[in-house]
């Protein structure tokens, strides 16, 4: 028969809720107690229940995820992977609550988080966007033991237990390496469109992409950065404004999700004139470029893994149960015209 955690506590000669607390994480134990708890945990062999521990909060678990609205197709695909999360889970007694922001604002997600009330929710997962408000919200949600995972966009110096998406670190160094291997010993400029260098997956992707770049392709220059908002209008006027002033562009690396902007101006180029274009995520306006050549890869990122990852990860965080790490490791996936699926 499984040990309960009757038998831990009577092992441990405490109570039951000195139990839970240690089970939890959560304060008032005293250390020597805890360790005496964890003694008689690994002593028996117990593995919490989560089922046993879902029924004991006498009330469905719900998780909130906080996504970016706008213009980004990605962000649309991880809200609707989301929904159907929800519907799937509907029946495993786990709600799935989904509230939308503006990108790139802080004030609008730190409001956001702010609506939460702490008594009805178990679990938060959120696109970062680094501010001052939004850490005070995360500090307000840790005070509360409600564990918190970021998505797509880090923010590790702010109170979160865990973050799930791309290392864009790594992907920045991907999309340099393979800009550089299409242009082959090709001198000239490339040009970086980003949605906004205020949020660090678009900075940590600047990042990798520079560390290459200046290292093994010394012969490029990638000092030029515009900043579209990943708006339409914005980007493709930001585009053609650049090209206009800057001679030699022979390389475009877009950082964000401002695809139709910069087709629109690609597709006005002759096909001589056209840089090599290094983009993000693959949906069907990527994918038709893809196929037309006005883009000549694709870094993608599995929106229904991130989703179903993010919530195996707040559910392992509330029950207390173990993960299978290697399952939750996002990975970056190249796309070239050849092997679309």
Do not use: W
Request: hydrophobic content about 45%.
């Amino acid at each position: 028969m499984r040990p309960t955690i009757h038998d831990v506590a009577r092992a441990a000669g405490v109570g039951l809720a000195t139990v839970d607390r240690v089970l939890n994480e959560r304060p008032g134990v005293r250390p020597a107690t805890a360790e005496r708890v964890k003694a008689a945990v690994d002593r028996l062999g117990f593995v919490r229940d989560a089922s046993a521990a879902a029924l004991a909060r006498k009330r469905i678990p719900t998780l909130v995820f906080v996504i970016p609205e706008g213009p980004s197709d990605f962000m649309h695909r991880l809200e609707a992977e989301a929904r159907e999360a929800g519907q799937r889970l509907a029946g495993e007694r786990i709600n799935i609550d989904i509230r939308t922001v503006p990108p790139f604002d802080g004030d609008a997600l730190a409001s956001a988080l702010r609506q939460l009330d702490a008594e009805r929710v178990d679990g938060v997962a959120l696109v970062a966007t680094e501010s001052a408000a939004v850490r005070a919200e995360l500090c307000r949600l840790s005070a509360a033991d409600i564990p918190v995972v970021t998505l797509v966009s880090d923010a590790p110096r702010f109170p979160r237990h865990r973050y799930v998406g791309i290392d864009n670190v790594a992907a920045g160094r991907t999309a340099a390496s393979l800009m550089g291997q299409f242009l082959g010993g090709k001198q000239g400029k490339i040009v970086v469109v980003a949605g906004s260098m205020l949020v660090r997956d678009h900075v940590e992707r600047r990042m990798g992409f520079d560390q290459v770049i200046s290292s093994e392709f010394p012969h490029l220059q990638a000092t030029l950065t515009l900043e579209g908002r990943d708006e339409r209008d914005a980007t493709r006027e930001a585009l053609r404004a650049c090209l206009k002033r800057e001679g030699d562009i022979v390389g475009l690396y877009n950082i964000g999700a401002g695809h139709e902007g910069i087709l629109d101006v690609l597709s006005d180029l002759p096909a001589e004139a056209r840089p090599i274009v290094i983009a993000h995520e693959l949906y069907d306006v990527t994918r038709a470029a893809l196929q037309s050549g006005l883009i000549h890869a694709v870094i993608n990122q599995d929106a229904g893994h991130e989703i179903r990852s993010a919530i195996r990860v707040l559910r392992s965080l509330i029950d207390g149960t173990s993960l299978i790490e290697g399952q939750e490791t996002v990975r970056i996936e190249i796309f070239l015209r050849d092997n679309l699926p």
